[in-house]
């Protein structure tokens, strides 16, 4: 990502990247090392995105949004509120109501963290992006303040009943953060 953006000229086409981590807590830049609040066999990563630390494993879906600002003719707060809307409209297509937190990027359902976004900014252009919880082992949570945040609660789809597979969920994620991107 950061030798992408750091290689990026006007007419580079902007990508969004797709995968799934092995088991790995990332610690943004401004992350304090007090949210790592047991330890475990699991690495901590600082990273250069925004936010403080969370926690990516398998079935997660984590998507790198690769954009040019400039091109898009909006900052990247409106790009935060439009990844989230994504978010928001694919669990809404399958009955689950979610929500933004003030203060808190990302999504919820009932208060819960279904997907945490973490970004930075080089010369107009995005990397890092967000993860989005969908069948997945949340016990490495459990050792962590999620993003920052003392007793935040997790949740993923399957707890809520949407049974997307990994693919299912890359797909609909990635139509949804396209629309959402574009439009």
Same mark, same amino acid.
């Given at each position: 990502m950061q030798e992408f953006t750091?290689?990026?000229?006007?007419?580079?086409?902007?990508?969004?990247? &797709?995968?799934?981590? /092995?088991? %790995? +807590?990332?610690? !943004?830049?401004?992350?304090? @090392?007090?949210? $790592?609040?047991?330890?475990?066999?699991?690495?901590?990563?600082?990273?250069?995105?925004?936010?403080?630390?969370?926690?990516?494993?398998?079935?997660?879906?984590?998507?790198?949004?690769?954009?040019?600002?400039?091109?898009?003719?909006?900052?990247?707060?409106?790009?935060?509120?439009?990844?989230?809307?994504?978010?928001?409209?694919?669990?809404?297509?399958?009955?689950?109501?979610?929500?933004? &937190?003030?203060?808190? /990027?990302? %999504? +919820?359902?009932? !208060?819960?963290?279904?997907? @945490?976004?973490? $970004?930075?900014?080089?010369?107009?252009?995005?990397?890092?992006?967000?993860?989005?919880?969908?069948?997945?082992?949340?016990?490495?949570?459990?050792?962590?303040?999620?993003?920052?945040?003392?007793?935040m609660r997790v949740t993923q789809?399957?707890?809520?009943?949407?049974?997307?597979?990994?693919?299912?969920?890359?797909?609909?994620?990635?139509?949804?953060?396209?629309?959402?991107?574009?439009?």
């Amino acid at each position: 990502m950061q030798e992408f953006t750091a290689r990026r000229t006007p007419d580079t086409p902007d990508e969004l990247w &797709l995968l799934e981590h /092995p088991p %790995v +807590y990332t610690q !943004g830049q401004a992350g304090r @090392a007090e949210h $790592l609040i047991a330890a475990t066999d699991i690495p901590v990563v600082p990273i250069d995105r925004g936010g403080q630390i969370t926690y990516h494993g398998p079935g997660q879906v984590v998507a790198y949004v690769l954009i040019d600002l400039r091109r898009r003719g909006y900052g990247i707060r409106e790009l935060v509120t439009r990844m989230e809307q994504a978010v928001i409209d694919l669990l809404a297509a399958h009955g689950v109501v979610a929500t933004r &937190l003030a203060g808190a /990027p990302g %999504v +919820y359902v009932d !208060g819960a963290k279904i997907a @945490a976004l973490g $970004l930075r900014v080089k010369h107009g252009c995005t990397y890092h992006g967000l993860a989005f919880n969908v069948d997945m082992d949340l016990t490495p949570f459990a050792a962590i303040n999620p993003c920052g945040y003392a007793g935040m609660r997790v949740t993923q789809c399957r707890a809520l009943g949407v049974g997307l597979s990994l693919q299912q969920a890359e797909q609909a994620l990635t139509q949804a953060l396209l629309a959402a991107i574009y439009s």
